[in-house]
């Protein structure tokens, strides 16, 4: 199994500000079987980015996913209120697909 | 897009059986695979297993094989998780979600609402 191990765990940040947010795989994983989800309080997650860097549809420009091999990146170029959530990156590459333990955005 | 429906809530004791469901609409349903994800209360995602609707073929989370059956309906578009004998370890938000496999990336991209699951004595 490929253990995805996210950090940090919580990420204290104000609106504006940067966050880069780290995805490490204990194997390698093909870039096109790397996700990123966005989960908000009762609320189903939603895709970001897919294929490691690829924008799903609607998603807005700040949101950019790079990486490659065991480690991915998801950074946010300027944190939006509605920003403020916690994201998961998940792998594809090998049955079972897993998820990471997720990372917190919070506001400072 | 119409996100997936899914059944609602569900209050259980434990050892009884459970089916909830997940209907899609709006998209040709058996040529899409469907999956199942746990979240524990205050907990992160799990991947349960995925099935594709198309033959019914399923590939389970080892974690999950043999405690939970998944099957499909493709004459009413709708995907099944079924328990034969809870446990109060079951308490969770079931969601399925649908999958998108393109050549450059593989990604869940309709979700339904989740569906609660209480297990209690």
């Known amino acids: 199994e490929i253990v995805l191990t996210q950090s940090p765990g919580t990420l204290s940040l104000s609106p504006g500000e940067r966050a880069t947010l780290s995805c490490r795989a204990s194997?390698?994983?093909?870039?096109?079987?790397l996700a990123w989800y966005q989960q908000k309080p009762d609320q189903a997650p939603r895709v970001l980015i897919y294929g490691a860097s690829n924008r799903a549809t609607g998603i807005p420009d700040r949101f950019s996913g790079s990486g490659s091999g065991t480690d991915f990146t998801l950074t946010i170029s300027r944190l939006e209120p509605e920003d403020f959530a916690v994201y998961y990156c998940q792998q594809f590459g090998h049955s079972p697909w897993t998820f990471g333990q997720g990372t917190k955005v919070e506001i400072k | 897009e119409v996100p997936l429906v899914q059944s609602g809530a569900e209050v259980r004791k434990p050892g009884e059986s459970l089916t909830i469901s997940c209907q899609g609409s709006?998209?040709?349903?058996?040529?899409?695979?469907i999956t199942w994800v746990r979240q524990m209360p205050g907990k992160g995602l799990e991947w349960m297993g995925r099935?594709?609707?198309?033959?019914?073929?399923?590939d389970y989370n080892s974690s999950f094989q043999g405690h939970v059956t998944m099957s499909a309906d493709k004459s009413v578009s709708t995907a099944y998780l079924q328990w034969s004998s809870l446990k109060a370890a079951d308490t969770a938000i079931y969601y399925c979600a649908r999958v998108i496999r393109l050549g450059w990336g593989w990604y869940f991209d309709l979700w339904g609402r989740g569906t609660l699951v209480t297990v209690s004595s």
């Open positions: 194997q390698s994983v093909n870039n096109i079987y």
């Open positions: 099935i594709d609707p198309f033959d019914s073929y399923t």
């Open positions: 709006g998209y040709n349903f058996p040529n899409y695979w």
